[in-house]
């Protein structure tokens, strides 16, 4: 799905996840086995086997969620990589207090992660909490930990895939020019 997004420059950036399967399988597909395909009901990682090269799939043609999805692969380690999902569980939507505080604790990273990537191809970002049927949005400790770790990475640098993958979409969205810590919201601290 293409979206128009006129950036800070006042020109037009399309945003199709057609062009994010093709950056990532240039990156990827010979160096780690592995493909992106959208088009899913679900995301879903699947390993490599003999016959087929290992593959994250993203739901329908939702750029984020490829963004999402990709994030979750550059911070999973090898063993991580050789298991259906990463190994990780999954709560569906409808999660209770406890069960969200969880969540929120282990996608600090993969959000801020793909906070950077967002940034690199001039395309929205929002935080998630994943759970609309409780009607939970995201707590502020959550927000602020996600913004703090997507300053680190942009002050300290990205894991090795993922600076590849960010490098190859800013040079494709943004003629080469990294992100800024300007970029993101005036730092803040979590209310007393």
Known sequence: M???????????????DQDLIRIFNNCFHNSYNTILQGGAPEPLYTPADEAQPARIDYRDDYFASALHEIAHWCIAGKQRRLQEDFGYWYEPDGRSHEQQALFEKVEVKPQAMEWIFSLCCRAPFRISADNLMTGNSCSDTFRLAVEQQARNYLMNG??????????ALADFYRSGEYPTLAELPQKRSVPA
């Open 158 to 167: 990205l894991p090795e895939r993922a600076g590849v993958f960010a490098r």
């Open 2 to 16: 293409a979206h128009t997004i006129y950036n800070i420059n006042n020109k037009i950036t399309q945003h199709n």
